[in-house]
């Protein structure tokens, strides 16, 4: 079936830096989405991405639907402890119904402070 | 909070058994959705519906089964369990239809099965 390749699959960084993480995929996606997830709870939507080439910001947060439409990015700027958490990609293939998301396997960021 | 509500938090039971999961969506949300966590396959998804029918299918399997009703309120019932059904069950809604409407999980049911 469709994969998304997720990486890193884990990062340590220290407070105040900048993070980036990626998905790709051999398939065209029409929608990314990018969720973060804290132990015990559910995934929390961050950014959706609707258009190729589309760049939308949350805050310190930045995500990009690329040009292919088979990748997307996320950056988080000048890191702080409370975005400790896993980190995932979403993806609704083309021809795929709304709901019918495929999901990376994950980055886990890892803040020092 | 998501205003997805899931219920109960933890379930445990034994293998053979039956359970009911449920699942009330966001407060003008049509569509809800079941997915399936585990530390292997990660995040699956596993059926949606849509103002009470089913709409979509994934990876479910035909011990498991789903319905919305009236109220908009889902259930996910799992029969026959066995050990490899334990994992996180999560729901979303969104507003569903053609509008561009991002999932909102609701925070789980984790199911152990002994």
């Known amino acids: 079936g469709q994969q998304l390749n997720q990486s890193p699959q884990s990062m340590f960084i220290q407070e105040g830096e900048d993070v980036s993480m990626n998905c790709t995929s051999s398939s065209i996606f029409n929608t990314w989405l990018w969720y973060k997830q804290d132990p015990g709870e559910g995934p929390v939507l961050l950014i959706a991405l609707y258009k190729a080439g589309e760049l939308t910001s949350n805050g310190r947060l930045t995500a990009q639907f690329g040009i292919t439409r088979k990748d997307s990015f996320l950056n988080i700027s000048a890191s702080i402890p409370s975005d400790v958490g896993i980190y995932f990609c979403a993806g609704q293939p083309h021809g795929g119904s709304q709901g019918n998301l495929i999901f990376g396997k994950g980055t886990k960021l890892s803040v020092k402070p | 909070d998501s205003g997805v509500t899931q219920t109960p938090k933890h379930l445990i039971t034994a293998t053979g058994q039956r359970v009911t999961l449920r699942c009330s969506p966001r407060?003008?949300?049509?569509?809800v959705y079941w997915y399936q966590q585990s530390l292997d396959q990660g995040l699956q998804f596993l059926i949606q519906y849509y103002n009470g029918e089913e709409r979509a299918k994934g990876n479910i399997l035909e011990r498991f089964s789903a319905q919305q009703f009236p109220d908009l309120h889902s259930e996910l019932n799992l029969s026959s369990l066995e050990l490899g059904d334990s994992a996180l069950y999560f729901c979303a809604s969104s507003a569903g239809g053609l509008i561009n409407s991002p999932l909102h999980f609701g925070n789980g049911t984790r199911l152990t099965v002994t």
């Open positions: 407060s003008g949300d049509l569509s």
